[in-house]
């Protein structure tokens, strides 16, 4: 899958979910989701046919991977090394993707979307254990200390952000976040429970392991 350019709303729109890719704008009234929570199209409204299984399977795929903003190649790579891993697949499939250091960011409320946490984590000012690191695919692990370093201009942006995001959601339970100095820490593996949009990762295995 390429990279999609087109507008981010009309896929929260086709996946039947808020996937929180517009930022501030999904949580306001003006979000079109909330207008319409209905598939984009002419026949969005209409459409009463019933989906094979096999469309239901690439349906959960692609609401996944948009979700976390990543591509096919990189999604599938963690699906192999959630195969290969002691443990059922699909839970360690979405640690995996919790996991990733731009979803951190975004849990953390430093970002009000996942696009944005990618952009503050490429440009340098997040730190895990003392080190920078602007790897947005980076793997965060328990204990890990995470931390924003930057000058008064995106620490300002960064605190606005925290106050917007506060009015739709919290801060997930399995990381600590000290609003005051930007500092957070990785109390434990996410689980499947930490994850607001309802995901089936089973039809991911399915498919993926025909």
Not at 16 to 32: S, V
Not at 48 to 65: D, F, I, M, T
Not at 118 to 129: A, L
Not at 176 to 203: G, Y
Request: proline fraction near 4%.
């Amino acid at each position: 899958m390429a990279k999609y350019t087109g507008p981010r709303c009309r896929l929260c729109r086709r996946e039947g979910a808020k996937l929180f890719l517009k930022g501030e704008k999904c949580t306001t009234e003006k979000c079109p989701f909330s207008k319409r929570p209905y598939p984009p199209g002419m026949k969005g409204r209409l459409s009463s046919s019933k989906a094979s299984y096999y469309a239901l399977q690439l349906r959960e795929k692609q609401k996944v991977k948009r979700m976390y903003g990543v591509l096919e190649r990189q999604f599938r790579r963690y699906y192999q090394l959630a195969s290969k891993s002691k443990g059922v697949t699909g839970k360690l499939l979405l640690q995996f993707l919790e996991r990733r250091l731009d979803n951190v960011v975004f849990r953390l409320l430093f970002a009000l979307s996942r696009s944005q946490a990618r952009q503050i984590v490429r440009h340098g000012f997040v730190f895990v254990n003392g080190r920078r690191v602007d790897i947005p695919s980076f793997l965060v692990r328990v204990n890990d200390k995470i931390e924003i370093r930057g000058n008064s201009k995106i620490i300002d942006i960064i605190k606005k952000n925290i106050e917007t995001a506060s009015k739709e959601r919290s801060v997930i339970s399995w990381l600590f976040l000290d609003k005051e100095n930007l500092k957070a820490e990785v109390l434990r593996l996410p689980e499947k429970e930490d994850i607001a949009v309802p995901i089936n990762e089973q039809l991911i295995v399915e498919l993926y392991s025909k």
